[in-house]
């Protein structure tokens, strides 16, 4: 150490939106220590995103956040229809519900949320606290240096002035598309770049006059100018509108006294009464230059400094996946770090991040452009696209960490609608019994390596208690019929194992392997994939094992 302001921390997360706020709540849940670091003063109070899809809410369920972030919903919640007209004053052109073809029906345990992105920071911020990670907001990153066994980096507090250095295993860069780290370290990204460009807004005015009782999510406007954009925002009486810039205009071309007026016109009422409200509090400049793009960085990782949520990739707001796919990207590094750092895993794990999630994002990005052109040219609905529900809940993983299997379709995705059960594939939702509850086979995992065997399969419940102390990892193991029930009989199809077999799931709920039926030897066998999974050489032993390995299943 250097000074008196010098500090260490396992990880450092460049960025407090809501990728990085949900990497520090992932790591400190699991016993990371983490500091995360953010220039602008607060979380923002004007929302990038609107809903976050099922697959977000299963990941937050299994932290235990699910019921308040549904409590948290917006006056939104139950409204997710979308209109066009010229002004909110003229005759609707079109009423949509635009949730109709995302929800998730039988497929997950959990459904959208109606809850806009600065209240979920508010949510994850507080919880990442309560957990332990150090969040310091009005803290620039100003310099780092990416090499050897760790990351330093120059941190400057906004409010004082002081700069200070921060040691850390690894830095997380979630600072936004604008990418500062990526960009510092050389990184860059391919797909059509930047769509253009729109000045959004918040301000207060009383809208009953024309709302004629109508209540939405989301409007388009042909006036001020064709692709404007209004919504209501959290409290009665705020909104948020954009506009997309025409040609050769900046941001420093939105005064005041412009927005006022394209609000006025938006709005269809000449002599609206408004007050035009900063996007973050202390904020001087009122409208903020929203870029809509769709990119792929091509590396997700250098050295230790790895890229995630919009830094790693920007796709159209169309889908509303750039949000959850963001957590996505945090859910997935975190629990590789986290294994990592407690010695239970060797250091090739985290090389599975890129080869998991880019393939995800081009996807995601492929699929966004596809709904973004067919609404722009006034088309209906491509059927050989990637629908959402698949694009959420049906991506698959190809890596390292996953133990696929011959025959496995090239395809970067399946209808989770009709579930196979196949390594690198998001577990399959099957509704099981557990002491007279309800519970889904999702929520059985609890962020652990979780073993599902068959109602035969109690050698392989036997097996997970001999290998998870001889790995030092915690490892839960269920079997049909006697530690969980399964009333409506589908694991073992939705699985695609017999009544003799099992499955292994990976801490962010992704299959990593299966028998079909049961071995010779289960307990070699479950320790082999396991070591490989983890990257760890066989003979190894766990490097540097902080945490306890144990099995977890009912009476232990």
Same mark, same amino acid.
């Given at each position: 150490?250097?000074?008196?302001?010098?500090?260490?921390?396992?990880?450092?997360?460049?960025?407090?939106?809501?990728?990085?706020?949900?990497?520090? =709540?992932?790591?400190?849940?699991?016993?990371?220590?983490?500091?995360?670091?953010?220039?602008?003063?607060? $979380?923002?109070?004007?929302?990038?995103?609107?809903? =976050?899809?099922?697959?977000?809410?299963?990941?937050?369920?299994?932290?235990?956040?699910?019921?308040e972030i549904l409590e948290r919903q917006s006056i939104l919640a139950g409204l997710p229809e979308m209109i066009g007209a010229d002004t909110l004053a003229g005759a609707e052109r079109f009423r949509v519900d635009m949730l109709? #073809?995302?929800?998730?029906?039988?497929?997950?345990?959990?459904?959208?949320?109606?809850?806009?992105?600065?209240?979920?920071?508010?949510?994850?911020?507080?919880?990442?606290?309560?957990?332990?990670?150090?969040?310091?907001?009005?803290?620039?990153?100003?310099?780092?240096?990416?090499?050897?066994?760790?990351? $330093?980096?120059?941190?400057?507090?906004?409010?004082?002035?002081?700069?200070?250095?921060?040691?850390?295993?690894?830095?997380?860069?979630?600072?936004? +598309?604008?990418?500062?780290? %990526?960009?510092?370290?050389?990184?860059e990204a391919d797909g059509p770049g930047v769509l253009g460009h729109a000045a959004h807004f918040l301000f207060d005015a009383d809208l009953d006059g024309v709302l004629r009782d109508r209540r939405f999510l989301l409007a388009? =406007?042909?006036?001020?100018? $064709?692709?404007? /954009?209004?919504?209501?925002?959290?409290?009665?009486?705020?909104?948020?509108?954009?506009?997309?810039?025409?040609?050769?205009?900046? &941001?420093?071309?939105?005064?005041?006294?412009?927005?006022?007026?394209?609000?006025?016109?938006?709005?269809?009422?000449?002599?609206?009464?408004?007050?035009?409200?900063?996007?973050?509090?202390?904020?001087? #400049?009122?409208?903020?230059?929203?870029?809509?793009?769709?990119?792929? *960085?091509?590396?997700?990782?250098?050295?230790?400094?790895?890229?995630?949520?919009?830094? *790693?990739?920007?796709?159209?707001?169309?889908?509303?996946?750039?949000?959850?796919?963001?957590?996505?990207?945090? @859910?997935?590094?975190?629990?590789? &770090?986290?294994? /990592?750092? @407690?010695?239970?895993?060797?250091?090739?794990?985290?090389?599975?991040?890129?080869?998991?999630?880019?393939?995800? *994002?081009?996807?995601?990005?492929?699929?966004?452009? %596809?709904?973004?052109?067919?609404?722009?040219?006034?088309?209906?609905?491509?059927?050989?696209?990637?629908?959402?529900?698949?694009?959420?809940?049906?991506?698959?993983?190809?890596? *390292?960490?996953?133990? $696929?299997?011959?025959?496995?379709?090239?395809?970067?995705?399946?209808?989770?609608?009709?579930?196979?059960?196949?390594?690198?594939? %998001?577990?399959? @939702?099957?509704?099981?019994?557990?002491?007279?509850?309800?519970?889904?086979? &999702?929520?059985?995992?609890?962020?652990?390596?979780?073993?599902?065997?068959?109602?035969?399969?109690?050698?392989w419940v036997a097996a997970a208690a001999t290998v998870a102390p001889e790995l030092g990892i915690d490892l839960h193991a269920w079997r049909m019929g006697d530690d969980v029930q399964d009333p409506e009989k589908r694991f073992?199809?939705?699985?695609?194992?017999?009544?003799?077999?099992?499955?292994?799931?990976?801490?962010?709920? =992704?299959?990593?392997?299966?028998?079909?039926?049961?071995?010779?030897?289960?307990?070699?066998?479950?320790?082999? /994939?396991? %070591?490989?999974?983890?990257?760890?050489?066989?003979?190894?032993?766990?490097? +540097? +094992? @902080?945490?306890?390995?144990?099995? +977890?299943?009912?009476?232990?």
């Open positions: 150490m250097t000074g008196p302001h010098d500090h260490e921390t396992s990880v450092l997360v460049a960025g407090g939106g809501i990728t990085g706020l949900s990497a520090a =709540f992932f790591l400190a849940r699991q016993g990371v220590g983490v500091t995360l670091v953010e220039r602008h003063p607060s $979380t923002a109070i004007m929302p990038q995103a609107r809903a =976050f899809n099922a697959r977000s809410l299963e990941i937050f369920r299994t932290f235990g956040l699910e019921e109709a #073809r995302v929800r998730p029906g039988g497929i997950s345990p959990a459904g959208w949320a109606m809850i806009d992105q600065d209240e979920l920071e508010r949510v994850v911020r507080a919880h990442a606290e309560d957990a332990g990670a150090e969040v310091r907001f009005a803290t620039e990153l100003v310099s780092f240096e990416n090499a050897g066994e760790g990351v $330093t980096a120059t941190v400057r507090d906004l409010g004082t002035g002081t700069e200070s250095r921060i040691r850390a295993g690894y830095l997380i860069a979630a600072d936004g +598309n604008r990418a500062g780290v %990526r960009h510092r370290l050389g990184v388009y =406007f042909d006036r001020p100018r $064709t692709g404007t /954009v209004l919504c209501p925002l959290g409290r009665p009486g705020r909104w948020m509108l954009g506009v997309p810039f025409q040609a050769g205009e900046s &941001l420093d071309d939105f005064t005041e006294e412009r927005c006022a007026e394209l609000a006025r016109a938006a709005a269809g009422i000449p002599d609206l009464e408004l007050t035009l409200v900063p996007p973050v509090p202390g904020w001087s #400049r009122l409208p903020v230059d929203v870029r809509i793009g769709a990119m792929v *960085a091509r590396s997700y990782r250098a050295g230790r400094v790895f890229f995630a949520g919009d830094c *790693a990739h920007v796709v159209p707001p169309t889908g509303s996946f750039g949000a959850s796919t963001g957590i996505a990207d945090a @859910h997935n590094l975190a629990w590789k &770090l986290a294994a /990592v750092l @407690h010695g239970q895993a060797g250091p090739g794990l985290l090389d599975t991040y890129e080869a998991e999630r880019r393939p995800v *994002a081009r996807a995601t990005m492929d699929t966004a452009l %596809r709904i973004l052109d067919a609404r722009h040219a006034g088309e209906g609905e491509d059927a050989t696209r990637i629908d959402e529900v698949t694009m959420a809940h049906g991506y698959r993983y190809r890596s *390292a960490a996953v133990c $696929t299997e011959p025959g496995t379709p090239d395809s970067p995705v399946e209808d989770p609608r009709t579930p196979t059960g196949r390594p690198g594939l %998001r577990a399959p @939702h099957v509704w099981l019994e557990r002491d007279g509850r309800r519970v889904s086979t &999702l929520d059985l995992g609890a962020g652990s390596f979780t073993v599902l065997a068959g109602a035969e399969g109690a050698s073992p199809e939705a699985y695609g194992i017999s009544a003799t077999g099992a499955s292994l799931v990976r801490p962010d709920g =992704f299959v990593a392997w299966r028998a079909v039926e049961t071995a010779a030897r289960p307990e070699r066998e479950l320790s082999r /994939v396991l %070591r490989e999974v983890l990257a760890l050489v066989p003979g190894s032993g766990v490097a +540097n +094992n @902080h945490l306890r390995g144990q099995v +977890n299943s009912p009476g232990t």
